[in-house]
């Protein structure tokens, strides 16, 4: 009896499963793949930056970067982390706003982004991973990114998918 009562389980988690893989994830949203390449541009300001008991404490550290490639603009990034002076390891979120130009189309993908450090630079070996919605010529669009150094091609990169959501 258990047997049979597993091998049913088994064999719905699978029907589900292939069921579900059949459905587009964003039913209706044409996707629009992206790769750009980012350079730090300028160091604008920071409201603080604080140590207390051996962790860095930074916030509102505002920072400029080109973008050029599928998407060009500028990458403003409001940095914000706490990382232990010894290791490296801690967290950074951020606010986003990238002001870009992208097939004669113009307007920004604002949002946040957060993740944790192990042992890393915090601009150059974190994986950040950022979700913006647009304005202007890009409202109604969704961008899912991630970015940070690339050793490959030894640059910071930014790579994602657009999603323009169709309204009919």
Known sequence: MKKSQ???SVLIVIMVV???GTIPASAGAERYEF???QNFLSFVSQDRVWESAGIQHIR???LLFTVSGDVNGINNLWLNSNVNIDTGDGVMWSTIKLE???GGKYGTFEGKSQN???GGSVLN???THFVGKGTGDFEGMTMFAEYGFDPNVSANVLRGTILAYNND
Do not use: F
């Open 100 to 102: 870009l130009e992208w």
């Open 6 to 8: 597993i091998t049913l």
């Open 116 to 118: 944790s450090l192990v």
């Open 18 to 20: 292939l069921i579900l």
């Open 35 to 37: 790769e750009a390449t």
């Open 60 to 62: 509102n550290q505002y």
């Open 125 to 127: 070996q974190a994986r």
